[in-house]
């Protein structure tokens, strides 16, 4: 095997020119001659007991040289890629240059290679990290919820209303003719969730048990294919309404839903909860916006083999979290008018970033000779299994000491930037009011007056306008939080239409 040529080309790809000699060429020959000689038939000769050179002279010189070049091509390319000291990713295009004779063949193997990776600055950068702040109204409002996990479910004999659960039968049809999965009983909707089709709970608001009644509705355009954009009719029969029963926050209350004895020690608590996971999120969105600067500033001519594993990597990891909900996922494909195609190409600009990234933390791994030690191994799997409560050895069979290895090499790189960074309160956000007061009119327009209100003694006096209240800001813990649950929330509402 000798390189011939070695040119680099854009995309971190290289195409390198190979030739087979002919001794090894021979080699690959006689294999071949001993893998097929008996499916060739020779008149005289028992199947596989046919000299070669009987063969070549009834079928032609070069009746094994497809089955040879097969053969001596991979091992060839292998030889090629390690004698040339290159980084590959993934397989090469292999075309065959000129003809393959006895003397053997010459091929031409494009493939990419690892990118050269030049850094921009990792040390000294900033970005802005959220200030952390817990309101009293804050706490209020966990604490409300809390109140309302714990909210006692009671029949009424009244009409059914927003926040209460009507227990119903119902039954959908299409042009008077029942349709798969529109079915159900006794089944326990909360009105007001939006966990089934716009519409349908709005006309169940205002029924009463034992009532029946039929609702007209319409499936959105972007419902699976099978029923969107139909007018159906749902027979509804109420035959429960419950309302929530909500216990008063007292002491009492804190003593059965906490270790506390008290409101006040409970409210302290849900302080300090909510103040750790603002700063957990702040702390992981500076992060964040550090490591993107960092990958912004590399300059990397990416090839596009290491954006398209990632991006097959993205819908594995999808695939699998629909699993763990128990959502198949051609089943959610075809609910949200889906396919792998659209997947890959929505999932293309985040995989070149996540590329990006990757490809700046590993040249920052070799910068800083960053290395992680068994010991350090060790301690973490130790310090997982406490967390996990999992037995170690059980822990090991599931996460191997490789990923282990390599996700304490990513946090010491972010710990690199992050501790030679610097933190920057973020930029006041200009009001919509604000952003037109300091418009400048072409014309000013003449002053008008205050108006005048007249007092009891006839006397009219200025009146001034009210004070605007200020729009409350709304951190990004609380909008990491707000995800959080929209997540939860949007999985559940999955469920419940899937019962549709």
């Not at 927003?162 to 009983?185: C, M, P, R, S, T």
């Not at 949007?490 to 019962?499: I, L, P, Q, R, S």
């Amino acid at each position: 095997m000798t390189v011939k040529n070695t040119e680099k080309l854009e995309k971190s790809r290289v195409a390198l020119t190979i030739e087979v000699g002919a001794e090894e060429f021979e080699a690959a020959v006689a294999k071949a001659y001993l893998k097929t000689r008996k499916q060739i038939r020779v008149p005289g000769f028992r199947p596989g007991k046919a000299p070669r050179k009987m063969i070549e002279k009834l079928y032609g010189a070069g009746v094994f040289y497809s089955d040879a070049v097969d053969a001596a091509l991979p091992e060839a390319y292998t030889q090629a890629v390690s004698s040339s000291g290159l980084d590959v990713i993934g397989y090469p295009d292999v075309e065959i240059v000129g003809e393959v004779t006895a003397d053997g063949f010459t091929f031409k193997a494009t493939v990419a290679v690892y990118p050269e990776v030049k850094l921009g600055e990792y040390k000294g950068i900033s970005a802005e990290k959220e200030e952390v702040k817990v309101s009293a109204e804050d706490v209020k409002q966990r604490l409300e919820e809390m109140v309302e996990r714990n909210a006692r479910l009671v029949s009424v004999e009244r009409k059914a209303k927003l926040g209460d659960i009507a227990v119903i039968d119902f039954e959908g049809f299409d042009n008077g003719e029942a349709f798969e999965g529109g079915k159900g009983e006794n089944y326990e909707l909360e009105l007001g969730s939006g966990s089934f089709v716009p519409g349908f709970e709005d006309q169940v608001i205002g029924m009463k048990t034992g009532e029946e009644k039929d609702i007209d509705i319409t499936f959105p355009e972007d419902y699976h294919k099978d029923l969107a954009g139909k007018a159906v009719v749902f027979h509804v029969k109420v035959n429960e309404v419950k309302a929530k029963e909500l216990p008063k926050a007292d002491d009492e209350f804190a003593k059965d839903v906490s270790e506390f004895d008290t409101i006040k020690e409970l409210k302290d608590s849900i302080k300090k909860e909510i103040t750790e996971e603002r700063e957990k999120a702040a702390r992981f969105a500076y992060e964040n916006a550090l490591m993107q600067k960092v990958a912004d500033g590399i300059e990397c001519d990416i090839p596009e083999v290491l954006i398209e594993e990632q991006c097959r990597r993205f819908l594995e990891e999808f695939k699998q979290r629909l699993e763990s909900q128990g959502i198949p996922y051609d089943q959610y494909c075809k609910m949200m008018n889906m396919d792998e195609a659209k997947f890959l190409a929505d999932g293309r600009e985040p995989a070149e970033k996540q590329v990006r990234l990757d490809l700046a933390m590993a040249e920052i791994m070799k910068a800083e000779k960053i290395e992680v030690s068994e010991e350090e191994i060790e301690a973490e799997y130790a310090k997982l299994a406490e967390q996990y409560k999992m037995e170690l050895d059980m822990l090991k069979k599931y996460l191997d000491a490789p990923s282990v290895r390599e996700q304490l090499m990513r946090e010491k790189t972010i710990a690199v930037v992050v501790d030679n960074a610097k933190a920057v309160k973020p930029a006041k956000k200009e009001t919509e009011g604000e952003a037109k007061a300091e418009e400048k009119p072409a014309k000013k327009p003449a002053a008008k007056k205050p108006a005048r209100k007249e007092t009891k003694d006839g006397e009219k006096t200025e009146e001034k306008p009210a004070a605007k209240k200020p729009a409350a800001k709304k951190t990004a813990a609380k909008a990491a939080e707000g995800e959080e649950k929209a997540e939860k929330k949007t999985a559940a509402k999955k469920t419940a239409k899937k019962a549709e």
